[in-house]
């Protein structure tokens, strides 16, 4: 009788699970010994910085392997991609007993900025899917507040669900409901068009460009990612060797996992490696 074989991880569930080995090691335990071939003076910190190693040099060669250049939207939205796993990195080293504590008086402790960061992710969706509605129907007037308040009626709904989810959340339940409204972004917006991208979307600040409703989402997570950096510091949690370098990871993830094109047998190598090393740590 033949036995089945696991599933061949991801790169990204490869990642996770180096992640989860590795975010709680002390800077202590980075200089543990560890060997990678002829390199063995490093320590187990060479763990982490190969798996950044390797998935910068799988971003060059997927990117070498496109068929095709991606629109405007899609370049933008990688960006904002890039924004999210910063952020990504980020709250991998925080623990539920750090999202209520305030590093200072009148300061918002982590719990809230996460549920502010997230009230924006939906807020900024509603525009920008309005505006795109309208230019596939080659409408360039403003909405009427009707349209507005009927357009979003659904999407407010979803995000105070999540908003007030977070509320008493653990941290595994903020870093869900990110991935959450993350993935719904990238999906609905993905395929906006070069034609489309100069198209006007309405706001408190006036009529707007797609291209500058859609660079706004990476900006406002950048912003608030640097609170949480402040936050995190204020409350006696700076940063380990462990978490920079998880960091790190993070960001060339973000360029992997943002390539189309196929190249399974480079993903699937690449996360067979990681996932070995993760299981070795």
């Not at 061949?8 to 990678?36: F, H, N, P």
């Not at 909405?143 to 977070?166: G, M």
């Not at 339940?173 to 991935?179: D, Q």
Request: charged fraction near 30%.
């Amino acid at each position: 009788m033949s036995v089945a074989k696991a599933p061949v991880a991801t790169v990204t569930q490869a990642v996770e699970a180096l992640v989860r080995k590795t975010i709680a090691l002390s800077d202590d335990d980075m200089g543990r010994e560890w060997k990678w071939g002829v390199y063995d003076e490093e320590g187990l910190r060479f763990a982490l910085l190969m798996a950044h190693h390797e998935l910068r040099d799988l971003a060059v060669r997927l990117a070498a392997a496109r068929e095709r250049e991606p629109a405007q939207a899609a370049r933008i939205l990688a960006q904002y991609h890039q924004a999210y796993r910063d952020l990504s990195g980020v709250l991998a080293s925080v623990r539920t007993d750090d999202l209520d504590r305030v590093s200072a008086e009148g300061e918002w402790p982590v719990r809230e900025v996460c549920k502010h960061m997230l009230g924006a992710e939906y807020g900024f969706l509603a525009v920008t899917r309005l505006g795109l509605e309208r230019a596939l129907a080659r409408n360039a007037s403003e909405p009427s507040d009707e349209e507005w308040n009927a357009f979003r009626a659904p999407i407010a709904s979803d995000r105070d669900k999540a908003t007030a989810s977070i509320a008493t959340a653990d941290i595994e339940g903020i870093r869900n409901a990110f991935a959450e409204i993350h993935i719904r972004v990238l999906r609905e917006l993905r395929d906006i068009t070069d034609d489309q991208i100069e198209a006007p979307a309405w706001f408190w600040d006036g009529a707007m460009p797609l291209r500058f409703r859609l660079h706004r989402f990476e900006e406002h997570l950048r912003q608030h990612t640097i609170q949480l950096d402040k936050t995190l510091l204020g409350i006696g949690r700076p940063p380990t060797e462990a978490h920079r370098l998880v960091r790190n990871i993070y960001n060339a993830l973000a360029d992997v996992e943002m390539e189309r094109g196929a190249a399974d047998d480079l993903r699937a190598t690449l996360a067979r490696t990681i996932a070995e090393r993760a299981a070795a740590v």
